[in-house]
């Protein structure tokens, strides 16, 4: 397979990937575009290989910035603005986990929090108030577990490049 089909196969695979994660197929292509580009593209350049509109490529990228995956690059006597991914997957990963977390899970978690207290009210029966409070009690062991388990898998990213940093500034021996 040569380069360009397997490049189109890559993005077409990202952007399915993409909806099935709740992220628009188009987002998600530009983000695939910039992950396996060389070099930083300006909008021009996403719009001619992606065959979609100004405005599309606009708000895609920077929704892309607004998740900390996608960065944009100023060069010096240039007026069109240029734009790069994250290459590091890791990085990447961990900053898709990261604005999951707090576009997702969160806002649940508040909901979830705010009505575990319930009271019965007159028309409910005491089963319906039981089977209630249980499952949401139920959603809220998971949630909370699931939260968790994503400040673990942040935090240990960050305490990785943390150690990793330290070592590379030590003084050699």
Do not use: Y
């Not at 992606?50 to 405005?55: A, E, P, T, V």
């Not at 577990?145 to 003084?171: C, G, H, Q, V, Y």
């Amino acid at each position: 397979m040569q380069l360009d089909e397997a490049k189109r196969r890559f993005i077409e695979g990202w952007g399915t990937l993409g909806s099935a994660w709740g992220v628009s197929r188009t987002m998600a292509q530009v983000h695939a575009l910039l992950l396996v580009s060389p070099g930083a593209l300006s909008t021009e350049d996403i719009m001619e290989q992606l065959q979609i509109s100004r405005g599309n490529v606009n708000l895609n990228v920077r929704a892309l910035m607004d998740w900390g995956i996608v960065r944009k690059e100023l060069r010096p006597g240039e007026r069109r603005e240029f734009f790069s991914g994250e290459k590091d997957i890791h990085r990447v990963a961990t900053l898709i986990l990261q604005e999951r977390r707090k576009r997702e899970l969160q806002p649940i978690m508040r909901v979830l929090g705010e009505i575990s207290e319930v009271e019965p009210s007159p028309t409910a029966t005491p089963e319906e108030t039981a089977a209630f409070t249980q499952m949401i009690g139920s959603i809220q062991s998971f949630a909370n577990f699931a939260d968790r388990a994503a400040s673990t898998l942040i935090k240990a990213d960050e305490n990785w490049f943390l150690s990793t940093f330290m070592k590379l500034m030590r003084p050699g021996p």
